[in-house]
């Protein structure tokens, strides 16, 4: 192999490397245990002057969601929202596998952490103080929570 060559494989690899790390890493590092879930990804809609953020929540714990606790996302000035719907995964033999959380925010309430209480913990949403940039009917796909 000539010097050209070796040199398009390093670069090739590391792309490689960077993407796999991209992909594989997870949505927040240390999540709460005590929320017995971890999230997976969110995605933040624009609707106006509007946002519908979309959480989507893998449950981790064998004990399963406790469906008789509210779930909340708490805004950074420790205002909390009701999810506007709520979609739950699963077979009917086995428990709540996945659950999928809607919520309906106003241009303020996007402003700043956004943290997801769930059972008896809390997964942070979002690390950001800023308002994503989103044109109206335009959304984004987060995998982690810095956005």
């Known amino acids: ?3 050209r ?3 398009l494989l390093a670069l090739l690899v590391l792309c490689l490397g960077f993407a796999a790390w991209q992909w594989l890493r997870p949505y927040e590092w240390s999540p709460d245990s005590e929320a017995r ?3 997976s990804f ?3 809609e624009r609707d106006e002057s509007f946002f519908w953020l979309d959480v989507y929540v893998k449950i981790t714990d064998p004990r399963g969601h406790d469906l008789e606790k509210p779930v909340r996302l708490i805004l950074s000035d420790g205002q909390e929202l009701e999810p506007a719907d709520t979609t739950l995964e699963g077979s009917e033999k086995q428990k709540i596998e996945a659950i999928s959380f809607r919520f309906w925010l106003d241009s303020t309430s996007i ?3 956004l943290q997801l209480q769930m059972n ?3 997964l942070l949403v979002r690390k950001k103080a800023i ?3 989103l ?3 335009a959304f984004s796909f987060h995998q982690t929570t810095n956005w």
């Open 1 to 3: 192999m000539n010097r």
């Open 5 to 7: 060559v070796r040199i």
């Open 37 to 39: 879930a971890k999230i």
């Open 42 to 44: 969110s995605r933040i």
């Open 111 to 113: 402003v700043g952490p």
């Open 120 to 122: 008896d913990g809390n």
């Open 131 to 133: 308002v994503p940039d």
């Open 135 to 137: 044109k109206p009917r």
